[in-house]
């Protein structure tokens, strides 16, 4: 198991497109992953499952396992802050996996 956390941009979201520095803080909440060998290969990331190439979580699953050369795996994903806020969650996601 895995963990990793999220973050709050508190300030300058926006400038560092221009190289401008932002003030952001870590919060605890964020992803944990759990990782077992598995003859049959699944992703559960929330309420979303998926097996390598079904749909769009299931082939960027496949591209992760074929570029590592990773061996069969079932991974699951428990987010502690809510996806598509600006949160950092799918940072963490990638994190912990």
């Keep these: 198991m895995a963990k990793a956390k999220g973050k709050i941009i508190l300030l300058g979201e926006h400038a560092v497109v221009y190289g401008r520095p932002a003030l952001v803080v870590g919060i605890e909440n964020g992803a944990q992953a759990t990782v077992h060998l598995d003859p049959s290969s699944s992703i559960q990331v929330g309420p979303y499952k998926a097996v390598p190439g079904e749909g769009e979580l299931g082939r960027a699953f496949d591209a ?5 050369g990773a061996p069969s795996v079932r991974a699951v ?15 963490a996601v990638g994190v912990a996996l």
């Design 64 to 68: 992760l396992l074929q570029s590592l």
């Design 77 to 91: 994903v428990e987010l502690g802050i809510p996806a598509g806020c600006g949160l950092g969650a799918s940072a």
